[in-house]
């Protein structure tokens, strides 16, 4: 049996995500059988926006070799010693965002969310426009992730809810600034400014970014 508990980890963290907000719509778990390695994917929604825009990808990749180092480090300890925080796995964030006729600026929307990101929830940006036909315009696709690494200790110990809680804290967007924005065609009118809301996490920066585009 496994020191840690993997498999355990993602259905509390199922739990707790029901618990902040999310609505989880499906999961997966995959195991390549040559080299072991596995994979926990969760998809979620936000409570009161399922079927909105906005759509919560959680992910982890477990290395064997990893999972294997960290056995070798607790059996060679003794039992009052606990683990170095040195071996971690990283848990993956991904936001998936409509198709805009009308973007933002993807540097400057980097910078804010940087910023208000902070250090405990790092983000990146990007982008893919897509073509219906060569003759029309482009969509763009906004996506935007954060990794959290997690120490391999902190699950042995079971010490990760309040990380975990924070986490999910800062991914939970607002309901009130989701639901403003059922609407068809996502497009921002040419005339009016690209800005960024101010919300106060991670989720809602993504999200509150959106309202700005799409504004009718």
Sequence with gaps: MAVV??????ADLKDHAAEHGFHVHDERHFVETYSMRQAFEVDLHPEAACGGPLDLHLSLDLEPRTLMAFEDEVM????????????????????????????PDLLVLATELAGLGGPDLPTQVSAVDSFEMVTDAPQRSIGVT???ETPLASLFRGDDTNWMCDALDRSRPSASTCSTRRRPGWARRPDRPVTLASPTTA??????????????
């Excluded at 508990?5 to 993602?10: E, K, L, S, V």
């Design 146 to 148: 954060a990794r959290l």
């Design 203 to 216: 989720g809602r920066m993504a999200c509150g970014g959106i309202r700005s585009w799409a504004s009718p």
């Design 76 to 103: 060679s300890l003794p039992e009052d010693v606990d683990p170095s925080d040195d071996l971690v796995v990283q848990l993956m964030f991904t936001w998936a965002l409509p198709p805009l006729e009308h973007g």
């Design 5 to 10: 508990d993997i498999a355990g980890f993602i």
